[in-house]
């Protein structure tokens, strides 16, 4: 018998299972700075396209009846909201327009209808076929989503600055999204 017993040692030693942990950490370093560096020059791009090529409307300032910080839309954005929310095409417009983030009127041929949002939801104020808004007709809309409008009791306008505008809807302020 020999004092030394020859075995024939197979497997991994400690130093070669270090040198593969190691191996396989730096591969997944280097993925992972390349896939994060990739990641955010895409998001900017996108970023600074998206930013370049949307028009906004002036953001407006939060009423009563808005209790979350508004969030600033596209037009495109808008008339999406207004025209799935109504059922609205814009080839069957002659008109929208857009008065900040939170009033639209458009025009589907036969009279003039205008819209608010409020609570996230977009609600028609009044569908105008005559010359003159009759207030009786807003008495359940807020008083600043409210059109030009007449007391038929009194025959005065109300709504409406001296000559005669809409101080809710001043057509100063549009943006004119579809036709005029």
């Not at 017993?5 to 280097?30: D, H, M, P, W, Y």
């Not at 983030?101 to 409020?118: L, R």
Request: hydrophobic fraction near 30%; glycine fraction near 10%.
């Amino acid at each position: 018998m020999s004092i030394y017993n020859n075995k024939r040692q197979s497997g991994f030693g400690a130093i070669e299972i270090v040198l593969i942990i190691t191996i396989i950490v730096l591969v997944g370093g280097v993925s992972w700075a390349m896939y994060s560096r990739h990641h955010k020059s895409t998001a900017s791009s996108t970023a600074a396209t998206t930013t370049q090529t949307q028009k906004t409307t002036p953001a407006t300032t939060p009423t009563s009846g808005n209790a979350a910080a508004p969030t600033t839309l596209t037009n495109d954005q808008i008339f999406q909201e207004v025209a799935t929310q109504f059922g609205l095409t814009k080839a069957g417009l002659v008109y929208f327009r857009i008065f900040g983030q939170d009033k639209v009127q458009y025009n589907t041929g036969p009279g003039t209808t205008y819209a608010y949002k409020t609570g996230g939801k977009w609600y028609i104020a009044v569908k105008d076929t005559q010359s003159a808004v009759d207030c009786s007709q807003l008495s359940s809309v807020p008083g600043n989503y409210r059109p030009g409008c007449e007391d038929q009791s009194t025959g005065q306008l109300k709504y409406t600055d001296a000559s005669g505008v809409s101080i809710n809807y001043p057509p100063s302020s549009a943006v004119s999204y579809i036709g005029q």
